[in-house]
Every structure is written in C-alpha cells, then in structure tokens.
C-alpha cells in the first residue's frame, strides 16, 4: 500500500496551510490551538463548514500516536461548530445539531480527497437525502 505521505502537500503550498497562516483570509467560525473551522467556498447544503487541524497533516492515514490530541479536537470542533451554527427550519431558526448534521471525511486518491490536508466537512441545514449516503 502507497502511504499517503508520498501525496503530500507542502506547508509552503497547501490553501489549508495558507488560510491557518492568514495568507488567505476566511470567516473564522471557531478556532482553538490544534483547530481551525471556517465555511466551505463551494458549500453543498445550507451549512457547509470545514474542520482542519492547524497542523499539517495530510489525512486520518498521516496521524501519529503524537496527533491524538489534534484528532479529539477535531471531533470536538465539529460538535461545537454544530453548537453554534444555525439554520433556518420549518421557519425556526435552529442550530444543526439540533436539527442534525453529516460530518465527512475523504481519504486518498480513491476516496476523493481532493486538498492533501486532513479536513471533515460538517454538513447540514436539509435533510440528507438516501441516494447522498
């Protein structure tokens, strides 16, 4: 099996890298010292946030015993995104987690991740539909 460390990005030249640097300015919906969450710029549902660790780390395969705490920050991250965002529903403003949420995560080539650097994207906002599973 190919590591996916052979599929790395640059620090220098990841956008994720950038946006956590301040190269590249986005809306901070939450950060903290391992995560950043910030909206996603071609979002699919009403809310369509991204949690990345401020780390480089290119997927879920790229973790190292070391990042534990950056992988429970990302899962917290996304609870508290979902805490705190809000959409419109059947005329009430609600938040997602109330309302519920997809939280997805793409791995390699074949799993269609498309930055080289680890990110969930936290969706909601609509009801999935079956043929999104």
Not at 96 to 124: C, N
Request: net charge positive.
């Amino acid at each position: 099996m190919v590591s996916s460390s052979r599929k790395k990005s640059s620090k220098e030249s990841c956008v994720f890298c950038k946006i956590v640097r301040g190269n590249i300015l986005v809306h901070r919906v939450f950060e903290d010292e391992h995560i950043l969450v910030f909206p996603d710029a071609h979002p699919k549902k009403p809310v369509h946030l991204l949690i990345i660790p401020k780390k480089h780390i290119v997927n879920v395969e790229d973790f190292s015993e070391a990042d534990r705490d950056v992988a429970g920050a990302l899962l917290f991250g996304a609870q508290r995104a979902a805490r705190i965002s809000q959409c419109l529903v059947d005329g009430k403003r609600r938040t997602v987690a109330e309302t519920g949420y997809r939280l997805l995560s793409r791995i390699g080539e074949y799993g269609g991740q498309g930055v080289m650097h680890m990110h969930i994207h936290l969706l909601g906002g609509e009801r999935m539909r079956e043929e999104e599973w």
